[in-house]
């Protein structure tokens, strides 16, 4: 039993313990004495007084049966895309719906296999999907910062994100994620003309006066203001395609707040979606005689 149970984050359920031999009256002796302690009907842990990580994880699979997966926010925590596993479960099953106290069942018709895999031994639904999943729970920016913190960890990319959304079309997160990619979709903007949409927004803001292009400590940077230490670049994606350039871009952020300027970053989905977002921010930027970076 021990092998099984340290192979299963020290939780079994009461069929593998019958198939280890274990009768009712030794399965409820152990109960008595506390070697095991049920942490759903028929599923119980071993030799703990409380459960160990994802010992609540496995006990939920077992608990909701065959075919079961965790999913949603569990899923999230165990692919690193939230700090830390919430207290409720998230399993997803195929079939009816299976109802236990501590776990949220979310029922599915059919599940790919290529949408399923294991983290740390446990069945969890693969990274592409769970976004999937996401989509559906949370606010649009909310899942953006999930969807950059996976693509960030190279554990999805857009091609698996698609494909998932082939296998699922009328999943409830589907929409969510399709308008999320659709935005990332920026035109074909030249950093000129991106520049100038900045240039034209500075001006209707009626912010102080500014320089553009100029050299500040060696580094041509888009807009400054000399007076308040503050500099303006503007980015985009299409800018970034390369890691030497993104790299080369922070390294030279760095070393101009070392020398006091804030230095804020504008993306052409910024100047597209939230102009009036990104005109708030620089102005009260400007009013709080910065002196260092921008959070």
């Not at 895999?117 to 996401?134: E, K, N, S, Y």
């Not at 994100?161 to 997160?173: E, F, I, T, V």
């Not at 070392?258 to 230095?263: E, F, N, R």
Request: aromatic share 4%.
């Amino acid at each position: 039993m021990e092998r099984l149970a340290r192979a299963q984050h020290w939780v079994v359920a009461r069929p593998q313990l019958v198939a280890l031999g274990l009768s009712r009256r030794a399965i409820e002796h152990r109960l008595a004495t506390g070697d095991l302690r049920a942490l759903h009907r028929g599923v119980y842990l071993v030799g703990h007084a409380e459960p160990p990580p994802l010992a609540r994880e496995w006990a939920a699979l077992l608990a909701c049966g065959e075919g079961a997966v965790l999913s949603h926010h569990t899923a999230s925590a165990l692919w690193r895309l939230r700090p830390s596993l919430p207290p409720t479960v998230d399993v997803t099953v195929p079939g009816r719906d299976r109802r236990h106290p501590g776990i949220q069942v979310h029922r599915t018709l059919s599940l790919d296999a290529r949408d399923a895999t294991r983290r740390h031994g446990l069945p969890v639904i693969a990274p592409a999907r769970t976004l999937l999943d996401l989509a559906a729970v949370l606010v649009p920016r909310e899942l953006e910062r999930a969807i950059d913190e996976a693509r960030t960890q190279r554990i999805t990319t857009d091609s698996l994100l698609l494909d998932a959304l082939g296998r699922a079309p009328h999943h409830r997160g589907a929409r969510a994620v399709r308008d999320h990619l659709k935005n990332e979709q920026e035109p074909a903007m030249t950093r000129s003309k991106a520049e100038e949409r900045m240039l034209a927004l500075v001006r209707q803001a009626d912010l102080p006066p500014f320089v553009t292009n100029r050299l500040v400590h060696g580094h041509e940077v888009d807009f400054l203001w000399r007076i308040q230490r503050v500099v303006v670049e503007v980015d985009s994606y299409q800018f970034h395609r390369s890691r030497a350039r993104f790299e080369n871009d922070r390294r030279r952020d760095a070393d101009l707040q070392a020398k006091g300027y804030a230095v804020l970053r504008v993306t052409w989905r910024h100047l597209r979606q939230e102009p009036l977002f990104v005109a708030a921010r620089l102005g009260a930027l400007l009013a709080s005689d910065a002196s260092g970076p921008l959070s």
